[in-house]
């Protein structure tokens, strides 16, 4: 029942172990009933009994039900900042936690993205990438990679418009465009171009970009902003994109777009202008326009963009991620190209979901989060680890995957005889095609996304049987016999038997 003042749904009011106040959830004797090994008239009983199932008509529900089951952040060991750990990262956490510095957040989601096998360059990218996709600033995050010899600096992607094209002629006739890719309009009024020759240009007052819109900077001719003797390096030089003064001077892009191939006196240009920035040299130049397409070519990366759909791979959330999914939103710096989770095993080692981070005492051993450390008096059930009611694909039948979202027949007849059992919930998509949809990627990635916060692929609470016998030399005939069942839950430590009973005698 839920008091004047009482949540709907208070956080631990389905905690079958220690359930807030007069809260009823479904409880251990509702599971063994389920399994067919109980006597006891549970509520569930009641329930089905009300609701005119008989009880004898029940046991079938024994394959589709359960009131008790348990994944955990648990995860295999490997390296985070160094130290060694055996728990996902929760990343929306880790965005939002302002112990933290920028490079210190980046070079934890990169460990944890190479534990999951996302090689090296693309997973620093990622990872300031996915800072920028769920921080709720318009700040380009950086990361100092201090590994290689020298140092590498990596640019976050935001919402924000980035030097796409640049001619520097000898003798005049140059510019630099600027391009918003993004659906929002972005104020770009005293806004700096600093080169590291050519100097400082301001953007005029009342400049404005619009959603797919370019801005041209020229020392003559049509453009959008005219300045006189820009002298831009022809083989190429380091250029700074920074917000303005009064928005704190932001660095938005550092990017040299030379020496480019070929001619000094053609454009450069870039195919995908988020980072990094990948210059080439065309046939000619595209100001205020598409770029040359025989450079921008959408269709390149392994994401299937087409140059109908593309502007649709510019996606940044600015909130945290709803689901494990939206890390396919991820781009990986590469062209084109966003993350996919079917070749690794990033999303074993990543969570959304964090009991030992949420706040509530979820064993009842009133203790939270990071002082339930398992070994002070009193402990329930260990540290905050477990996660409650995820399906596990390799055991579930069809009719169970179909109460999924977006899981029909056909795919849950697929995820059913498709290879089981899957390591990985990229080892899930990799092997069952009928998971991936039809239309852009965002589309195909639709059912994966919807189904990712609730599925897993491994088990943590059994049903065990034994049965002991005594026979013959020969095992024919059965002199006693003796039949136990048992309940077993690993998601704690130690593992505890939560239920135990002699069927047999």
Not at 7 to 28: M, Q
Not at 144 to 163: R, S
Not at 354 to 376: E, H, R, W
Not at 377 to 394: A, F, Q, S
Request: charged letters at 20%.
């Amino acid at each position: 029942v839920d008091e004047v003042g009482e949540d709907a749904n208070e956080p631990g009011e389905f905690n079958s172990i220690s359930p807030i106040g007069d809260d009823e959830p479904f409880d251990i004797l509702a599971e063994v009933e389920i399994m067919g090994t109980s006597t006891y008239t549970s509520e569930l009983e009641g329930i089905f009994t009300t609701g005119g199932i008989l009880p004898d008509a029940q046991g079938a529900f024994k394959g589709y039900l359960t009131t008790y089951s348990a994944d955990t952040i648990l995860c295999p060991e490997y390296l985070l900042d160094g130290v060694g750990t055996s728990t996902k990262l929760n990343i929306n956490a880790l965005v939002n936690n302002g112990a933290y510095t920028p490079d210190e957040k980046a070079k934890m989601i990169a460990d944890t993205l190479a534990a999951g096998g996302v090689p090296d360059v693309e997973r620093q990218q990622m990872a300031v990438n996915i800072i920028d996709f769920i921080d709720s600033d318009d700040t380009v995050t950086t990361y100092l990679d201090v590994v290689p010899d020298p140092d590498v600096t990596y640019y976050g992607v935001e919402k924000t418009p980035y030097i796409n094209e640049v001619e520097a002629k000898p003798g005049g006739d140059e510019f630099i465009e600027l391009y918003n890719p993004y659906g929002t309009e972005t104020n770009i009024a005293g806004w700096t171009i600093t080169g590291t020759s050519m100097g400082t240009i301001t953007i005029d007052a009342g400049a404005t970009m619009g959603t797919d819109t370019y801005y041209v900077i020229a020392d003559g001719g049509a453009a959008d902003e005219i300045e006189l003797g820009m002298d831009l390096v022809d083989n190429g030089e380091e250029l700074t994109l920074k917000t303005s003064p009064a928005s704190g001077s932001k660095t938005v892009q550092v990017t040299n777009y030379g020496p480019p191939s070929g001619s000094p006196s053609k454009t450069v240009s870039l195919d995908d202008p988020r980072p990094p920035w990948s210059w080439a040299s065309g046939t000619s130049n595209t100001i205020g326009a598409e770029n040359d397409p025989s450079i921008f070519n959408p269709t390149f990366g392994s994401d299937n963009w087409t140059y109908v759909t593309y502007p649709s791979s510019f996606v940044i959330a600015n909130r945290r991620f709803s689901n494990k999914g939206y890390l396919c939103y991820i781009h990986t710096g590469n062209p084109w190209t966003s993350f996919a989770v079917d070749t690794t095993d990033v999303f074993e080692y990543i969570t959304i979901t964090d009991p030992s981070m949420d706040g509530i005492d979820n064993d009842g051993d009133d203790d939270i989060d990071s002082a339930d450390t398992g070994l002070q008096t009193g402990d329930i059930d260990g540290p905050e680890y477990r996660i409650h009611g995820l399906i596990n694909v390799n055991t579930a039948s069809t009719k169970v995957l179909q109460s999924l979202p977006n899981i029909n027949s056909t795919i849950g007849d697929a995820i059913d005889t498709g290879g089981k059992p899957y390591t990985s919930i990229g080892d899930l998509v990799a092997n069952v095609s009928q998971i991936t949809g039809a239309g852009t990627k965002w589309e195909e990635e639709e059912t994966i996304r919807s189904i990712s916060n609730l599925i897993t692929t491994r088990s943590n609470v059994f049903t065990v049987y034994v049965t002991a016998q005594v026979t013959d030399d020969t095992g024919t005939d059965v002199f006693a016999e003796k039949r136990i069942m048992a309940i077993v839950d690993r998601s704690v430590d130690p593992i505890r038997v939560r239920y135990f009973r002699w069927i047999t005698e």
